[in-house]
């Protein structure tokens, strides 16, 4: 501020007027130095630019100096929007002056305008300049006051229909036209720009007249020398061409476009890459061009006039040539920025004109081959936009380029080569079982991409009835011919030839009494994963009910199924499902006890794969339920393979540590159920015990000689299931086992033959204990920074659901090697209610490892109050078991020093 | 004033290209080929019809195929020329290359003798200096020379000189269609007195490359899918990099795990000019230089003798080109027998080489000797890329250009008129097409700078009329002074005269028919 006093004194002084007042350079800059600082105060500023502007006329004997104010001023302009007004009222005077003068007082008005709001800007300008200055400022001989009352003009006329004006729309085109002419080469660029923008702006106000007469002068500054006059010239020879294809004045304007299409394409073989991509840029936006030009742009000899009619033959000598091969070479062009161009001029004009599409699809799949991604991705475009008009006709020579890129590197250029085959017209069988051969290729090696490869197909197959019946009849002979339960047919080229078959009966009802009913049956299994792929054209129900009722499968509940009227699944579709997977969770249980695993284990699988695909279209309430059901079946995975391991136990050798493991991810798969879950039904709950008492019973045989502990805990367990309801048999079976004092081991199998499992339902209540955890400001490439040895502090979001007041809740952290520290959360601490509650707290975590870096692993973990009594007491810990209830999440560290 | 050139070589054919123009009282001799179809005094250009062979100001070399550079050696060192020779940087690395191969084929294979020894050559690129791509030297104090891209080979160069004001502009051989390897050619807008242009395909218009391209790899991708071989027998400059650019992309995009090989000689030499020389490529090339070289092959590999019967499919280049020998046929005797395997053959093949019968025809089988015979069952493609511009190249070049004259060499007679006949024609550039050895002058026009009066100056501003300004005045050119444009009324002031009216009146008489 000291600073800024001293600077203040020498011009608070000139506020008294003081005619003899002259701004030295050093003052000047003292001056700017105040305007352009930040921290300047108002008033020094408005006393700053005061003392400028009224010094100003004293200065007009000075031009440096003057035009040095001029700029001072022009600069803080932008910065200090409220002087402007004051500023441009006091330049008024000056801007007839010397030619330094008017060129410093025109630059400034020009950084002033810009600087402002759309229309205050060129409010600013109306209010100084009028015709007659214009004029003549613009008819100087000095470049520097030509160049910036062009500028200025081409600000304004961006804006001219949110200003008043200053000109007439006519004087303002011919002032451009004048300075087309300019020596100048920039001057004329800068007129061209201006007069484009005047076009664009004033696009359906303006005279037929205008565009022409600014066609005219394009068209002779299109052999500019200077490269940037010839690329505006060739844009605005384009944005005529574009503008009176649409003006409609009845007149036929083939001819005219035809001449203003060659005049562009002349340009294509210029040496400029600019300007052949604005020539191919141009020569999309002209319309209305005759067939015989477009065909003698794709071709670089001369055609015969012979297939036209007059206007050809007008053409003939003077502008023909010009036309001759100009996409060609735009698509042989060594800049890729050009194809590209070139590439969508192309597609635009072969929208509008068959004959030109027939030849120019073919340049278009040659340019498949081009080695930049985009100008592929941009002829694929192209190409799509030309199978939407019906106007792409693929001959077989174009095939095997085509499906190439169907295994093409690029996902996009797959994905677009898809679009399109969505779309196309194949003329022969053999063209068409190649390309279903080549989505399936593209499906084995992209299993990712099944979604989409499936819809094409799909697509493929409702749009040619007679082959797709065609590969039918063939997959369904093959089928009859080989053996049932052949795994050949497991592979995805079935499940692909399958959604060809079934697209033209399904979506059109036709071909149904030919297709073979065997190939309906085929579908069936798969129908989650082609209803994926149909998402928004069929739903899943109504494709299932339509295979099922023409397939020779007889499903009696189909009818039972309720129709899908939204998009998700219905909570009476998911009592479905449960019901299914319920019943078959039975099925597979009693396989278990028949000591038949591996059936089991198949069944189970396939129930996990189904709850899988449902789940992804699921409404939330849903995905908790199926999230249950998940577990619910790992569970009995173990089960089963634990029983088998039982089974050999007799027979052979006994692997009895493999077992524990078996025993303790049970264990902990059981805990992750009971304690991820809330609101369950008596039932749920019943079975879920009757389960940790058959995984006890498992524990209880290996170790022989059951201690006193387990056997407490048993009954306590069975002491709850007695107080929730009335005991099972099996339940009853270990209380009779225990009160006898006989082996229970011995009774193994007799347990398990009275353990039931099934009955299991949809519990519409049932809610998911989980936490989410989210560290602040830490990812692997900004990692936390801490001392080594001292504890570190983490910032952690934490948000609980359905957690209720007497859970424990713990956090764990871990790093690599060490044992973890718990921190206990307290629910007190929390916002919110049971549903949600959330809280942001800093974590310390203690014992830093003496390292550069190090990362500890995070997640939130639940006690199992009523599971075994574990000995982690001294670290502070949880006293029982526990289970998470996050995702684990990394925090990384990097020590202060390594930074 | 006026350009003189006088044709030594290329005139109305193809070989020994070599023009010596004069221009400014300079005398510049572009390119100094050999003619590939001679093996006594015609193969060089007639050196005795130049005065002396040290009043030539400098030798330009637009690229280092022999028929441009092929004399060089001969001109320097025998005929004793020793001023500056100017050629690019490419061009100097691989021109002893090329001359040194041909002088030992002529000496060791057809026992002939050699105009010029290892030495001579070795003495006489040490004068040769390089220059680069547009840049401009000053060769004496009046002549410059500039040299632009050309395309056509690595390192070929377009050679503008300019004595004064007067221009012109010597093509060599060039390209107006990018290679993936190499670009287009590439020049400014230049006022030219004469244009100098090649014409080697003076009436062919070339379709797309994009249709060779397309039937090539489909070719190559069917064979090699069905677990063929597939031979492609090049030279080791050029067509080589060009189509292993394009199967080297292709096998990228479409994941083939098929190998590539290149035949041990071939490459390892070629290919490192090419990696150094990645500023003479194409953009394709220049742009993808800066994440990988794209010389390094991803799917190319070295390829050894005991490979030839290996089981699998695979895609060998092997030189010599044409199938004339050496190792490309040691292999096409082993894969010829299959049909499964395909042969594909780029570019032009001399007559009496295999390459030439496969070509012409498909023949059954070849009689290598008396002993040895060939079945050839297997598929054959043939493939035209050829790196010379075609007619519309050159039409749009001149027009491009728009010089005063075109003179056109390195054609064929007939196909030349036709190019004259069309260029005169359509773009109404006088042209012509001398023979060799014939001497053709090309008048230029000389500008001269006058001053105005300011008399002058002031009317010109003030008698508008409508748009156009017409303004008269008069231009005195006196000895000793510069030339001057002055009124009517200075100009009679200066030679002290007076105005003088003198009227006329005229009638016509009604009857008068």
């Known amino acids: 501020m000291e600073e800024e006093g001293s600077l203040v004194q020498p011009l608070t002084t000139t506020c008294n007027p003081n005619p003899l007042f002259q701004f030295d350079l050093t003052s000047l800059s003292s001056a700017q130095a105040l305007l352009l600082n930040p921290s300047t105060s108002i008033d020094t500023i408005h006393s700053t630019v005061d003392s400028l502007l009224l010094s100003l006329p004293h200065l007009s004997t000075n031009a440096t100096s003057l035009s040095l104010a001029l700029s001072v001023l022009a600069q803080s302009a932008p910065l200090h929007p409220s002087l402007s007004q004051s500023i441009v009222s006091s330049v008024r005077s000056l801007i007839n002056g010397q030619d330094r003068t008017s060129s410093a007082v025109l630059s400034a008005l020009l950084s002033i305008a810009t600087s402002c709001h759309n229309e205050d800007g060129s409010s600013i300008l109306t209010s100084i300049l009028d015709e007659d200055l214009v004029l003549s400022l613009a008819s100087s001989g000095v470049y520097k006051i030509r160049s910036r009352i062009l500028r200025l003009l081409v600000f304004v006329v961006g804006r001219w229909k949110c200003s008043g004006k200053f000109l007439t729309d ?8 004048r300075f087309t002419g300019d020596i100048y080469p920039v001057l004329r660029r800068d007129a061209i720009d201006g007069l484009c923008e005047f076009l664009t702006v004033a696009r359906d106000g303006v005279d037929f007249c205008v565009p022409e007469c600014c066609l005219e002068h394009a068209i002779g500054l299109i052999g500019d020398d200077d490269e940037f006059v010839r690329v505006a010239a060739v844009r605005m020879v384009g944005l005529c061409g574009e503008m009176l294809g649409e003006k409609e004045n009845g007149v036929d304007k083939t001819g005219q476009m035809d001449t203003i299409f060659t005049q562009i394409c002349s340009m294509a073989r210029d040496m400029s890459v600019k300007v052949r991509i604005e020539a191919f840029n141009a020569l999309g936006k002209v319309k209305l061009v005759s067939d015989a030009v477009l065909m003698q742009s794709l071709s670089k000899k001369i055609l015969g006039s012979k297939n036209g009619g007059k206007s050809i033959i007008k053409l003939d ?17 060594e800049f890729y920025v050009v194809r590209k161009s070139a590439c969508r001029s192309l597609g635009i004009h072969a929208v509008m004109s068959f004959k030109f599409a027939d030849d120019s699809i073919n340049y278009l799949m040659d340019l498949m081959n081009d080695d930049s991604e985009s100008v592929r991705l941009e002829a694929l475009d192209s190409l799509f936009r030309m199978a939407a008009q019906g106007c792409l006709n693929v001959q077989e020579k174009h095939v095997h380029m085509f499906l190439g890129l169907l295994t ?33 290729a593209n499906l084995e090696k992209y299993p990712e991409e ?62 149904v009494p030919d297709t073979p009913v065997v190939l309906f049956s085929y579908a069936v299994p798969l129908l989650g994963r082609i209803s994926r792929a149909l998402q928004g054209t069929f739903d899943q129900h109504f494709l299932l009910t339509f295979l099922l009722d023409h397939s020779n499968i007889k499903w009696k509940s189909r009818d039972l199924m309720p129709e899908i009227v939204s998009k998700g699944i219905s909570e009476d579709l998911m009592q479905s499902v449960i019901k299914f997977i319920s019943k078959s969770v039975g099925d597979a249980w009693s396989l278990i006890k028949g000591s038949n695993g591996n059936d089991a284990e198949k069944i189970l699988r396939s129930c996990m794969k189904e709850l899988e695909i449902i789940s992804l279209n699921a409404s939330q309430a849903a995905i908790t339920t199926l999230d249950f059901f998940s577990k619910y079946i790992q569970i009995l995975q173990l089960i089963s393979k634990i029983q088998c391991k039982f089974d050999f136990r007799n027979s052979t050798t006994f692997h009895i540590k493999s077992h524990h493991i078996l025993l303790e991810k049970l264990d902990s798969a059981l805990r992750k159920i009971r304690y991820s879950f809330t609101g369950w039904t008596k039932e749920v709950e019943c079975h879920i015990l009757e389960l940790s008492l058959l995984v006890d019973v498992f524990t209880f045989s290996l170790a022989r000689i059951p201690s006193n502990e387990y056997l407490k805990n048993l009954l306590s367990k069975i002491s709850h299931l007695e107080a929730i309801s009335c005991l099972s048999d099996f339940t009853k079976e270990i209380k009779r086992l225990i009160e006898e004092r006989s082996s229970v081991m011995v009774n193994l199998h007799s347990l398990l033959k009275v353990f039931e499992c099934s009955g299991l339902e949809f519990v519409r209540e049932m809610k998911p204990i989980k936490a989410e955890l989210k560290v602040v400001g830490d990812d692997s490439e900004n990692p936390l920074t801490f001392v080594p040895g001292l504890p570190a502090g983490i910032r952690l979001w934490i948000t609980l659901h359905n957690t209720s007041s007497t859970d424990r809740l713990w956090l764990h952290m871990s790093v690599r090697g060490r044992r973890p520290q718990y921190v206990f959360l307290d629910l007190s ?19 830093t490892p003496k390292v550069a870096s190090f990362e500890i692993r995070v997640c939130i973990v639940i006690e199992c109050l009523s599971e075994h009594y574990e000995v982690l007491k001294e670290r502070g810990g949880p006293k029982y078991d526990v289970t998470e209830l996050s995702v684990e999440k990394l925090v990384y560290f990097s020590s202060v020093k390594s930074r | 004033m006026a350009i003189q050139c006088l044709i030594l070589g290329a005139g109305q054919e193809v070989g020994k290209s070599c023009v010596v123009a004069m221009i400014g009282g300079k005398k510049i001799m572009f390119d100094c080929g050999m003619h590939m179809g001679f093996s006594d005094h015609r193969a060089f250009p007639d050196f005795s019809l130049l005065s002396s062979s040290n009043d030539i100001s400098c030798v330009v070399i637009t690229h280092f195929h022999l028929d441009h550079i092929g004399a060089l050696p001969y001109f320097t060192e025998v005929c004793g020329y020793n001023g500056p020779i100017y050629m690019t940087y490419p061009t100097k690395a691989l021109a002893p290359l090329m001359l040194e191969d041909y002088r030992k084929i002529l000496v060791d294979r057809r026992g002939l003798e050699e105009q010029y020894t290892y030495e001579n050559i070795i003495h006489c690129m040490n004068k040769v200096i390089p220059i680069d791509i547009k840049q401009t030297i000053q060769v004496d104090k009046d002549l410059l020379i500039r040299a632009y891209y050309a395309g056509h080979v690595l390192g070929a160069a377009m050679i503008y000189a300019q004595v004064g004001e007067e221009k012109m502009l010597y093509t060599g051989d060039y390209n107006m269609t990018p290679d993936r ?27 797309s490359k994009y249709l060779r391209e397309r039937e090539f790899l489909k070719a190559v991708h069917t064979c090699v899918a069905a677990g063929g071989k597939v031979l492609i027998p090049t030279f080791a400059l050029g067509r080589a990099q060009e189509l292993c650019i394009l199967l080297d992309d292709y096998w990228e995009r479409m994941n083939i795990n098929v190998p590539i090989y290149f035949s041990a000689g071939l490459t390892i030499q070629a290919n490192m000019y090419y990696k150094m020389l990645i500023g003479w490529t194409s953009q394709k090339i220049k742009d993808s230089y800066t994440v990988r070289n794209p010389f390094d092959f991803k799917h190319v590999c070295p390829f050894e003798r005991s490979m030839i019967n290996l089981p699998g499919p695979c895609v060998l280049f092997a030189t010599p080109g044409m199938i ?64 010379h511009t075609d007619s519309k190249g050159i039409m749009d070049l001149v027009e491009f250009l728009s010089p005063k004259h075109v003179i056109l060499v390195h054609g064929e007679k007939p196909k030349m008129a036709a190019l004259k006949q069309r260029i005169e024609s359509e773009l109404g550039i006088q042209c012509e097409y001398p023979a060799n050895n014939e001497t053709v002058l090309v008048p230029t026009t000389q500008s001269l700078k006058i001053s105005a009066s300011k008399t002058f100056v002031r009317n010109c501003t003030t008698e508008l009329d409508g748009d156009e300004r017409i303004a008269e005045g008069i231009l005195v050119m006196e000895k000793g002074h510069n030339a001057k ?3 009517e009324e200075e100009f009679l002031e200066t030679i002290g005269a007076e105005r003088n009216v003198v009227s006329f009146t005229g009638w016509v008489s009604p009857l008068a028919q």
């Open chain 1, 408 to 440: 093409d590197m690029s996902s996009l250029v797959r994905h677009g080569a898809r679009k399109i085959l969505q779309l196309m017209k194949l003329p022969k069988l053999e063209i068409f079982k190649s390309t279903v051969n080549k989505l399936i």
């Open chain 1, 450 to 511: 099944e979604e989409g490869i499936f819809f094409s197909l799909f697509s493929l197959g409702k749009n040619h009835r007679e082959f797709s019946l065609n590969v039918a009849k063939d997959l369904a002979k093959q089928i009859e011919r080989t053996s049932k339960g052949d795994l050949t047919f497991a592979k995805p080229s079935m499940a692909a030839t399958l959604v060809v078959c079934i697209a033209s009966p399904l979506s059109e009802n036709e071909n």
């Open chain 2, 485 to 487: 444009i002055v009124s």
């Open chain 2, 324 to 387: 004339s020998g050496g190792f490309s046929l040691e292999v096409f005797k082993q894969w010829a027998p299959s049909d499964k395997n395909l042969i594909a053959i780029p570019g032009y093949c001399v007559a009496g080489t295999i390459g030439h019968k496969l070509m012409s025809g498909k023949p059954t089988r070849i009689d290598l000797d008396k002993d040895t015979r060939i079945d050839v069952r297997c598929q054959i493609h043939q493939l035209t890329f050829s790196p």
């Open chain 1, 170 to 177: 006519e004087v303002m085109v011919r002032v451009f036209l």
């Open chain 2, 181 to 207: 390897h190499l670009g287009a050619a590439q020049i400014d807008r230049l006022s030219l007195d004469l244009l100098i242009t090649e014409s080697t395909y003076a009436t062919t218009v070339r379709d």
């Open chain 1, 317 to 333: 000598k003077a502008s023909k040539p010009c036309a001759a091969g100009a996409y060609i070479h735009g698509i042989e062009d």
């Open chain 1, 829 to 847: 601490n929390f916002e919110g209610s049971e549903e949600v509650r959330k809280c942001s707290s800093l974590i310390p975590f203690y014992e």
